[in-house]
Nanobody, 125 residues
Framework: VQLQAFGGGLMQAGGFLRLSCAAS????????MGWFRRAPGKEREIVAA????????SYSDSVKGRFTISRDNAKKIVLLQMNILKPEDTAVYYC???????????????????WGQGTQVTVSS
């Protein structure tokens, strides 16, 4: 699967952005999907994951209650709605996919094989 993320930009704290990830390939619905980010000087971290069927999601504590991940398997897209943005959300955001995913698991770990290019999100205070 090939992934392309877009939708980043500059936003003031308290604002919102929506990131999109478009996938190619015919087996998109067999992949667990996730959104990662890498802030300057920090390690990459996963912030949200969604199961193959879209029915299960997981979030890191840092974004829980503010970010929402969703997917549309027919359109082959994964979305990350980011609300109440904070300056510490500033990072390059990546979407990622993993095979060998069971239908109802949202994998909040680092075992992802396929990566899109990043999209920059900058939140000003």
């Amino acid at each position: 699967v090939q992934l392309q993320a877009f939708g980043g930009g500059l936003m003031q704290a308290g604002g919102f952005l929506r990131l999109s990830c478009a996938a190619s390939g015919r087996t998109f619905n067999t992949y667990g999907m996730g959104w990662f980010r890498r802030a300057p000087g920090k390690e990459r971290e996963i912030v949200a994951a969604i199961s193959r069927n879209g029915g299960y999601t997981s979030y890191s504590d840092s974004v829980k209650g503010r970010f929402t991940i969703s997917r549309d398997n027919a359109k082959k897209i994964v979305l990350l709605q980011m609300n109440i943005l904070k300056p510490e959300d500033t990072a390059v955001y990546y979407c990622a996919g993993r095979s060998r995913a069971i239908l109802t698991a949202a994998y909040l770990d680092d075992e992802y094989e396929y990566w899109g290019q990043g999209t920059q999100v900058t939140v000003s205070s």
